[in-house]
């Protein structure tokens, strides 16, 4: 049996001990420092793997027509396999990264933009899903990307 620091697994540094999301990287944000992509790292990318997606929902998001629906808040593709995560503030700015991160595409969320939009919060105890997919060829989207497309999953759960 696999141990669980041998597994293929996301995590981000800025949840704090409580589960929570830090409102800087909320669509309120704090001064300055609003709307920030949060630090994401991952650990045991498999073997053969050729490129990385990541998908980030809150999975609590209120929808008028249905309780509660996945809401899409970041779309990144083609993460070289090499990386071992995208810093704090990495959202708009692949292009000036350049090196190791100049293929990288960030999607549209369901808010119709590319990059990170921490959502505003209607209420306190909204879940995020941080998704890492592994994936075999790059993901050759233009500049369509969005998050229908589907991938085997690796995902761990943030509370906010």
């Not at 696999?2 to 309120?28: Q, T």
């Amino acid at each position: 049996m696999a141990n669980a620091s041998d597994e293929f697994r996301v995590v981000s540094s800025s949840i704090d001990h409580e589960g929570r999301l830090p409102r800087k990287y909320l669509a309120e944000g704090q001064g300055a420092k609003k709307g920030l992509s949060p630090p994401v790292e991952w650990y045991n990318v498999p073997t053969g793997t050729k490129t990385l997606a990541l998908v980030v929902e809150d999975i609590d998001a209120p929808d008028p027509n249905d309780p509660i629906v996945p809401w899409t808040v970041w779309v990144v593709i083609n993460i070289p396999p090499t990386l071992k995560g995208l810093p704090e503030g990495f959202s708009g700015k692949e292009e000036d990264t350049g090196g190791d991160y100049a293929n990288i595409k960030e999607g549209n969320n369901d808010f119709k933009v590319p990059g990170w939009r921490g959502p505003k919060m209607p209420s306190p105890g909204h879940r995020f899903e941080f998704k890492l997919y592994a994936l075999d060829d790059e993901i050759d989207l233009g500049n369509k990307v969005t998050t229908h497309f589907s991938f085997s999953i690796s995902c761990i759960f943030f509370k906010y």
